[in-house]
């Protein structure tokens, strides 16, 4: 066997074990490490209903449109999580500035009641991932009014639901306040009902 021979031998033995390790027992190895220690994270953060049924996970976010309900953060791949991600639009963008007007005149429509200077601005632009589960304390707050006059819900117990939703900094100091529809429409559904 000549060197060149020996060399290449050594180069496909090395590569095979490699890839073995790293594209098969370390993966395995996290994945079933990550079920054990942290079986609700690993498996997608994902809510139950009553009748166990799934619907949603705390991480990604959904479109709510019936006017009873909270509504999250506008979604430009339409909350597929098989794509995240969204583009990278200037301000000035044509396509971009017709999705932001047509999400406001959709604002003025379903709060009537309420000023432009109302409106949240996590409420009209995407996340940086387009599937954000969160918004602001401030954006569900401006959406009470809306809320309250389709339900029979006060304004004050739907005050007190976002309050009770509200996620604090992380460690008091990391990131911002923020509120999961999801979770938060989950239980204004419970008042509704």
């Given amino acids: 066997m000549g060197r060149d021979e020996n ?29 054990i220690l942290l079986p609700t994270q690993a498996n997608g953060s994902l809510v139950y209903g009553e009748n166990s ?20 953060r506008v979604s430009s791949i ?12 200037a301000p000035t963008n044509a396509e971009m500035l017709e999705r932001t007007k047509l999400s406001i005149a959709e604002w003025k429509k379903e709060n009537p009641n309420q000023t432009l200077q109302d409106l949240p601005i996590d409420l009209i632009t995407n ?27 006060t304004k004050q117990e ?16 990391f990131g911002e306040e ?3 529809v999801l979770q ?5 559904m419970k008042l509704i009902s």
């Avoid at 049924?53 to 999250?72: A, P, V």
């Avoid at 954000?132 to 954006?139: G, L, M, N, V, Y």
Wanted: contains cysteine.
């Fill in 7 to 35: 060399m290449f031998a050594t180069v496909a033995r090395t590569s095979l074990l490699f890839m073995l390790i790293c594209g098969l027992i370390y993966p395995l190895a996290v994945t079933g490490i990550a079920s």
């Fill in 53 to 72: 049924e799934i619907i949603g996970s705390k991480l990604i976010g959904q479109s709510f449109t019936d006017e009873r309900l909270f509504h999250g």
């Fill in 78 to 89: 339409n909350y597929d999580a098989s794509s995240s991600g969204t583009n990278n639009y």
């Fill in 127 to 153: 996340s940086g991932s387009g599937l954000d589960p969160h918004i602001t304390p401030e954006a569900a707050r401006a959406q009470v009014t809306r809320i309250s006059n389709n339900t029979s819900i």
């Fill in 158 to 173: 739907l005050l007190e639901l976002i309050e009770r939703h509200t996620e604090k900094k992380d460690w008091g100091i």
């Fill in 178 to 180: 923020k509120v999961n």
């Fill in 184 to 188: 938060l429409n989950i239980e204004l």
